[in-house]
């Protein structure tokens, strides 16, 4: 058993929770945030969209089966939603020193602290998440003691430039030409596109990809306020214009609402789980997804050419929304859900469909 160290998280309003470290034992700040997940910690913390917050899992029992192998796939790792770690740190109430799983390489403990991410375990995260619903996400840091740090709000800053690639990169071979418009992707966006006879051709957030020869868009998904990302929201204009198929994902829907005239606002403490049911507009059937977002696009901003797609069951906000002519349609939860569920995968299907009715 390693030398146990205590910490403190502090919040906004003055609360505090003593615990102790398992992770890099240092000070840092960010927005404190909550996921209602029980499995799924090597994806959720190293999902881009999760860049400058401090991550609180409500699931009491963390680390129990360490963390995968770095295997590539075709040119990603296979395991993993992006190439590191990106919460600022995490939270938990019971951390498990002993892991066990087939594809396991090493610790939790020992990945948080070869990429410097605090951890702090016996903490009463039934609390802090009770807190974290009726006051609204807020502001927090970690501090080690002798180590002060300020806070920081994230969201003043452009954080989609820090998580997108730099290049332009192509994957694979296929005979559907996709550009990932990169704000922030998620691996198993590319995987499942890659699996369906498709070369992504993967591009910065800021980068006019209406300049490629393409088939279809996928706008990915991202952290921050989406009104950081006008450049983004530009491009996709001049797509709009253009007319071939565009699918969002998560702010991705978003960016594609804005561009489409429709507008965004923060969630009181946002979508951050692997089980929060959607409906499609004009159906009765309820799709269990996985989501993380916090913001949501306001379904009543949109143009006349414009309707909403799916809806939230727990508090009726958008979760989709779609063109009334148009090839263009997008998502605020994650089909592509790694881990978490899959049942919505077959929207990947629908934008190959129209991909290819597209070229007829």
Same mark, same amino acid.
């Given at each position: 058993m390693p030398e146990i160290k205590s910490i403190k998280l502090i919040l906004e309003d003055g609360t505090v929770f003593e615990g102790k470290s398992f992770g890099y034992h240092k000070s840092v700040a960010g927005e404190v945030v909550f996921n209602t997940a029980m499995t799924g910690y090597p994806e959720s913390l190293t999902d881009p969209s999760y860049k400058g917050q401090i991550l609180v899992s409500t699931y009491p029992l963390i680390g129990n089966y360490g963390v995968p192998k770095d295997e590539m796939e075709n040119g990603v790792p296979k395991f993993y939603e992006s190439d590191r770690i990106h919460i600022s740190g995490l939270i938990i109430s019971d951390y498990s020193f002993e892991y066990s799983h087939w594809n396991a390489k090493n610790s939790l403990r020992e990945w948080l602290i070869q990429n410097e991410v605090p951890g702090i375990f016996d903490i009463d995260t039934r609390a802090l998440t009770k807190i974290l619903r009726e006051k609204g996400t807020m502001l927090g840091k970690i501090e080690v003691e002798g180590q002060p740090v300020d806070f920081y709000n994230p969201n003043e800053e452009n954080l989609v430039a820090k998580v997108s690639t730099t290049e332009k990169i192509v994957y694979g071979n296929g005979k559907h030409k996709v550009v990932l418009v990169d704000t922030g992707a998620k691996y198993n966006i590319l995987r499942c596109l890659l699996k369906r006879d498709t070369t992504v051709?993967?591009?910065?957030?800021?980068?006019?990809? @209406?300049?490629?020869?393409?088939?279809?868009?996928?706008?990915?998904?991202?952290?921050?306020?989406?009104?950081?990302?006008?450049?983004?929201?530009?491009?996709?204009?001049?797509?709009?214009?253009?007319?071939?198929?565009?699918?969002?994902?998560?702010?991705?829907?978003?960016?594609?609402?804005?561009? /489409?005239?429709? !507008? *965004?606002?923060?969630?009181?403490?946002?979508?951050?789980?692997?089980?929060?049911? $959607?409906?499609? $507009?004009?159906? *009765?059937?309820?799709? &269990? *997804? !996985?989501?993380?977002?916090? +913001?949501?696009?306001? /379904?009543? /901003?949109?143009?006349?050419?414009?309707?909403?797609?799916?809806?939230?069951?727990?508090?009726?906000?958008?979760?989709? $929304?779609?063109?009334?002519?148009?090839?263009?349609?997008?998502?605020?939860?994650?089909?592509?859900?790694?881990?978490?569920?899959?049942? @919505?995968? +077959?929207?990947?299907?629908?934008? &190959?469909?129209?991909?290819?009715?597209s070229k007829k």
């Open positions: 051709i993967r591009v910065p957030w800021d980068y006019d990809f @209406t300049s490629e020869d393409y088939d279809g868009i996928m706008l990915s998904n991202g952290p921050g306020d989406p009104v950081k990302c006008q450049e983004t929201i530009n491009n996709i204009k001049k797509a709009i214009d253009i007319g071939k198929p565009i699918f969002g994902i998560c702010l991705g829907n978003q960016l594609l609402g804005i561009a /489409s005239g429709g !507008s *965004t606002y923060k969630l009181k403490y946002g979508h951050r789980a692997h089980n929060h049911p $959607v409906i499609k $507009v004009g159906g *009765t059937t309820c799709y &269990i *997804t !996985s989501q993380n977002h916090g +913001f949501a696009l306001d /379904s009543n /901003s949109l143009g006349k050419d414009w309707e909403p797609l799916f809806i939230n069951l727990n508090d009726d906000t958008n979760e989709g $929304v779609r063109h009334k002519t148009k090839p263009f349609f997008s998502t605020q939860f994650h089909p592509e859900a790694s881990s978490g569920p899959t049942d @919505t995968e +077959f929207l990947f299907d629908d934008f &190959i469909q129209l991909i290819e009715n």
